[in-house]
């Protein structure tokens, strides 16, 4: 394997149960189709885990670049919805991204042009989707002081 790649070891737990974890950081996650085996579910399905990371990607872009705009971001919420093929392999055919951003007097343009440059720049998951990609952002003013 390459060594200048991110590289990720991906061990099987059981049933229909993966445990993750990044070789660079070494932080685990868990992966599991579902509760196959009576047990509480302890993952997400590898489909959720790319979603979120499409939120993960590119929110982190956006804070990067309003914290250099000096945006006064107070709290950040991402909601994302994956709509998959009906057919296998079924892959993403569409995702929506919302942002929804709290702060002190937010500037519309700087959130616009964070987003817009997540999207078309930076976000390299969202780069690696074949998928469609619907974004919107809402600013929520942030009260007192």
Not at 17 to 40: I, K
Request: hydrophobic share 40%; with cysteine; charged share 25%.
């Amino acid at each position: 394997m390459a060594e200048d790649g991110i590289r990720v070891d991906v061990e099987w737990a059981g049933a229909l149960r993966f445990v993750a974890q990044g070789v660079q950081s070494q932080q685990t996650f868990v992966m599991e189709a579902g509760p196959s085996t009576g047990e509480p579910r302890q993952g997400v399905s590898p489909t959720e885990a790319l979603v979120a990371s499409v939120a993960g990607c590119s929110g982190m872009d956006i804070m990067s670049i309003l914290t250099k705009m000096r945006q006064d971001v107070t709290g950040f919420t991402t909601h994302v919805v994956g709509y998959r093929r009906e057919e296998h392999p079924r892959g993403m055919v569409k995702v929506e991204v919302e942002y929804v951003l709290r702060g002190k007097n937010l500037s519309e343009a700087a959130v616009a042009r964070a987003v817009e440059l997540s999207r078309t720049k930076y976000c390299g998951v969202m780069a690696s989707l074949k998928a469609e990609i619907i974004t919107t952002f809402r600013i929520q003013e942030q009260e007192g002081a």
